[in-house]
């Protein structure tokens, strides 16, 4: 299984910046998909999560509002948009993919939960 994230880089406070990250090795439309995010010094956090059909989506309080999940099964891919980005949303950030039990419809926030995981991708928002 392959998780590759890319679309990182280097964004002014207030910007915009998509991620995305495909998946291979995998039936990807049985998978929850998850972003999470780590800075330096600090634990990996739940940023976005998106379930199998694309139906429903969750979000962490400090993004709500300004990041948008997606997801395209055709593509076996995960989308993360960004916008007024903030310094604080500084971080590596990582895709995850979570292979739940199919009549357990909730995503999940907690890190040791997902199954595999990307290589993770620079996000750096400059003040």
């Known amino acids: 299984v392959q998780l590759q994230a890319s679309g990182g880089g280097l964004v002014q406070a207030g910007g915009s910046l998509g991620l995305s990250c495909s998946a291979s090795g995998l039936t990807f439309s049985s998978y929850t998909m998850g972003w999470f995010r780590q800075a330096p010094g600090k634990e990996r956090e739940f940023v976005a999560g998106?379930?199998?059909?694309?139906?429903?989506?969750y979000y962490a309080d400090s993004v709500k509002g300004r990041f948008t999940i997606s997801r395209d099964n055709a593509k076996n891919t995960v989308y993360l948009q960004m916008s007024s980005l903030k310094p604080d949303d500084t971080a590596v950030y990582y895709c995850?993919?979570?292979?739940?039990?199919?009549?357990?419809?909730?995503?999940?926030?907690?890190?040791?939960?997902?199954?595999?995981w990307g290589q993770g991708t620079q996000v750096t928002v400059s003040s």
């Open positions: 995850a993919a979570d292979r739940r039990n199919p009549y357990d419809t909730t995503i999940g926030t907690r890190a040791a939960g997902y199954d595999y």
């Open positions: 998106i379930n199998r059909s694309g139906g429903s989506t």
